[in-house]
């Protein structure tokens, strides 16, 4: 069992968007696969899951609300699951604190969208994941996401966030994943039918496929990472 914790103290980064969409691509690849949705304001992930799990011809993806700061503890319980994917909620609380040190047992994924009010916002999230480290708990995996970028290729707002996020990195010895996700509006419209930005474009043969390829992109590289590495006892 790994663990893919998506988490940013800042509300709107996108968080439910990946979890969800990364959750679906595994389940395309045969892999049994729980969402835990730890927002118990919107839980946006169990509320698309449960849409997607009515469609008996999706491939099944698990979701449980734990709006719970347990989480570390429980999600060692699940070693029957191939992959658990941590949907944290906004704010600095015991949970979204117990989902980060949950990446002890997989990868932690950072969102990041291109404004500086975002980068600065994302440091409260760093700072945790320091507190974390402090405590003795080893999270190898850190990674920021550069989310909702423009799709414009070489944009300027891209190069100027590239900096500060860099920055931000060696300060507090994170990396960021090299594929980006861009501001499309598949991403907005597939979660409304329980499908991933792949499935979905696939159902309306809309040029939206771009999207699906850049979380499958992004999938393999996570997969990449956490399979990789040493495990972790």
Known sequence: MKVISVVNTKGGAGKSTIAINLAIELANLGKKVVIFDTDGNQQSSFTTIEERNENSKLSAVSVIPIPSASIYRDVQKYDSFDYVII????????????????????????????????IWGTEDTLNLVRDCRETGIELPNVYMVYNQMPVTRNSRIIREVKEPVEQLCEKYEV?????????????KESTATGMSASEYSAKIKHKGYEAGKEINAVLEEVLAIIENKEEIE
């Open 175 to 187: 990396k960021t994943l090299s594929n980006y996700i861009h501001d499309r509006i598949v991403f």
């Open 87 to 118: 949907d944290a909620g906004a704010g600095d609380t015991r949970i979204v604190r117990a989902v980060i040190a949950s990446a002890h047992f997989g990868i932690l994924l950072i969102p990041v969208k291109a404004s500086a009010l975002d």
